[in-house]
């Protein structure tokens, strides 16, 4: 019986327990809800393949800019080296810069010394005679020039000036 002293009928029974019910379901959706969710082995699986990957990419990230760091280095190294005047300074530079040099350019440019195309020997001395020869006064002087820088190569041997 009821404070009033009424009798509840059936079908009020019936909506407190539906309410009762829906009261529970409620109750418990609310204490899912507000507790902490579990992190299953799901969750910790992929947070471990995020964190993977991210290292992975890292990696290969740096890697790869070693790599095209070290290109660089060598590339500089041998333009400075091909850019010398002489097969000398050639050998020179490349003992210099042999650090930065890979085995096989090394291998390369071991006898560089020897195969260097530099100026020749006659044009630095054929481009000093004919700057001597524009001071000379006769034209006995610039073939007696003509004849000094030229004569290892036996060129003007055969002209006679009278």
Avoid at 10 to 25: G, H, P
Avoid at 41 to 63: H, Q, S
Avoid at 79 to 94: F, K
């Amino acid at each position: 019986m009821s404070a009033s002293g009424i009798p509840p009928s059936d079908e009020l029974r019936v909506q407190i327990a539906n309410l009762e019910k829906n009261q529970a379901r409620l109750a418990a959706k609310l204490e899912q809800l507000t507790t902490p969710a579990s992190q299953g082995p799901t969750a910790w699986t992929t947070a471990g393949a995020v964190v993977l990957a991210a290292l992975v990419a890292g990696v290969f990230a740096l890697r790869n800019q070693n790599r095209q760091a070290a290109q660089e280095r060598l590339l500089k190294a041998v333009e400075i080296i091909m850019d010398s005047r002489n097969g000398y300074q050639a050998d020179v530079r490349t003992k210099n810069l042999s650090g930065f040099l890979d085995d096989e350019t090394r291998s390369h440019l071991a006898s560089i010394r020897n195969s260097f195309s530099g100026p020749e020997y006659t044009d630095v001395r054929r481009a000093l005679a004919e700057s001597m020869a524009t001071k000379a006064a006769t034209p006995a002087e610039v073939l007696a020039i003509w004849q000094a820088a030229l004569d290892d190569n036996q060129a003007v041997i055969k002209v006679k000036y009278p």
